[in-house]
């Protein structure tokens, strides 16, 4: 069983930027895509990005396309997540999963798809 532990969280300004990271621990983090997810109070959690085993493939919701970059570290046996211009509407609860497979799911980046998540990280932006 893949444990996952996110870090990186916190308060930030409007405009600012973060990085998360996530440590996991089991030898399957390296044949796995890794994905963030995020919750903010009221809603339902929605995807934000997805990485590939390799990562050779990344994917991005729209809403962060070009503001946030996914990367891997297979030594390291972690996965960041770079965020850039963040705006209040960023501000969430910041989920790392392990997905199923090695790359995208034919049906997506969908939740079901991923089989272990962490305990999550709070970004709050303020404006």
């Known amino acids: 069983q893949v444990q996952l532990v996110e870090s990186g969280g916190g308060l930030v300004q409007a405009g600012g930027s973060l990085r998360l990271s996530c440590r996991a621990s089991?030898?399957?983090?390296?044949?796995?895509?890794m994905g963030w997810f995020r919750q903010a109070p009221g809603k339902e959690r929605e995807f934000v990005s997805a990485?590939?085993?390799?990562?050779?493939?990344?994917d991005y919701a729209d809403s962060v396309k070009g503001r946030f970059t996914i990367s891997r570290d297979n030594v390291q046996n972690t996965v960041y997540l770079q965020m850039n211009s963040l705006t209040p509407e960023d501000t969430a609860v910041y989920y790392c999963?392990?997905?199923?497979?090695?790359?995208?799911?034919?049906?997506?980046?969908?939740?079901?798809?991923?089989?272990?998540w962490g305990q999550g990280t709070q970004l709050t932006v303020s404006s």
């Open positions: 990485i590939t085993w390799n990562g050779a493939g990344t």
């Open positions: 089991g030898p399957t983090f390296r044949i796995s895509a």
């Open positions: 999963a392990r997905a199923r497979g090695p790359t995208r799911h034919p049906a997506g980046w969908d939740s079901v798809n991923f089989g272990s």
